[in-house]
């Protein structure tokens, strides 16, 4: 069966240090990945997708990037953090098909804040 | 731009009664999905509904999709503590991508 990792699970850093958070994906091959962030009561931003390795799409204009190194693995970056930075970070894949079926699967975020 | 919009934001109801959302969206859609967060955690896939449908059913869950008025709705049925999380609907975006654009969500307080 298919898991996703997230981890951390939290994580308090001060303005202006980086940031690398890390989705790992186990039991499927070629996955679609996805970098959210949820604000507080809010509901998901899309920031980043990947389709395949070394191929990232960035859907907001922001203080972040992604990498996908490896299959299976993606990952959350910054050089510089800011305040605005803080939220829920939510990983998710899907199954890389064409077709109308497109389910998205969550690993468990990671919750960033920032001082 | 913002695809879904539901409602209420919030719902407080009595532990076996009926809680119904709703989902307003702008676009051509292929499928709408809708999900569940219990919070502090991630989101978990619930149900999806193709344009040509008009009903679904999973269990306690069933979702109704209107592509005329661009509009979905998620009933419980006879709902229980455990359901109080937050639901979202999702709808794709163009292309093979498996985008998703995710609704505000409506949070749900079934009281015992």
């Known amino acids: 069966s298919q898991t996703i990792h997230q981890w951390p699970a939290t994580l308090v850093q001060p303005v202006g240090s980086p940031l690398s958070l890390e989705c790992t994906v186990e039991g499927t091959s070629n996955p679609n990945l996805y970098w959210y962030r949820q604000a507080a009561g809010r509901g998901l931003q899309l920031l980043f997708y990947?389709?395949?390795?070394?191929?990232i799409s960035s859907e907001v204009p922001q203080n972040l990037s992604a990498s996908r190194p490896q299959d299976r693995q993606f990952i959350l970056s910054s050089k510089k953090l800011l305040l605005s930075d803080s939220g829920f970070y939510l990983c998710a894949w899907s199954v890389r098909r064409r077709g109308k079926r497109n389910e998205q699967f969550f690993g468990p975020g990671t919750r960033l804040t920032v001082l | 731009s913002q695809q879904g919009e539901e409602d209420p934001q919030a719902l407080s109801i009595q532990e076996g009664e009926n809680a119904t959302m709703n989902c307003s969206y702008k676009?051509?859609?292929?499928?709408l999905q809708w999900y569940r967060q219990n919070s502090g955690r991630g989101l978990v896939h619930l149900i999806l509904i193709r344009s040509n449908e008009r009903e679904k059913h999973s269990g306690r869950l069933r979702v109704t999709l209107d592509t005329s008025k661009k509009s979905s709705s998620l009933l419980i049925t006879a709902s229980r503590a455990a359901d109080t999380a937050s639901y979202f609907c999702a709808t794709d975006a163009e292309g093979n991508t498996g985008k998703l654009i995710f609704g505000q969500g409506t949070t749900l307080q079934v009281k015992p």
């Open positions: 676009t051509s859609i292929n499928n």
């Open positions: 990947s389709i395949g390795i070394g191929q």
